[in-house]
């Protein structure tokens, strides 16, 4: 039982949350983590509609090169 207040305690470090709110409990914890994957999920699929700009991609830095993955030509 001891792992799983461990994994769950970790899990709600990794969640968005208000930081005046009392602690989740454990059935709030793996609620808010299913929404918050259903979010994320949706904004990965919306994020394919849309080309790179430097609003949105990382590494925009003249100091920093582009990572390999970004290297990818992209036609309208």
Do not use: C
């Amino acid at each position: 039982m001891n792992n799983l207040n461990d994994a769950l305690e970790h899990l709600r470090t990794l969640l968005p949350s208000v930081p005046d709110e009392p602690k989740m409990t454990k059935i709030e914890t793996l609620r808010v983590a299913q929404g918050y994957i259903t979010f994320l999920s949706s904004v990965l699929a919306d994020a394919d509609s849309y080309p790179p700009t430097t609003e949105n991609t990382p590494f925009t830095s003249p100091a920093y090169s582009a990572p390999p993955w970004q290297n990818v030509k992209y036609q309208r």
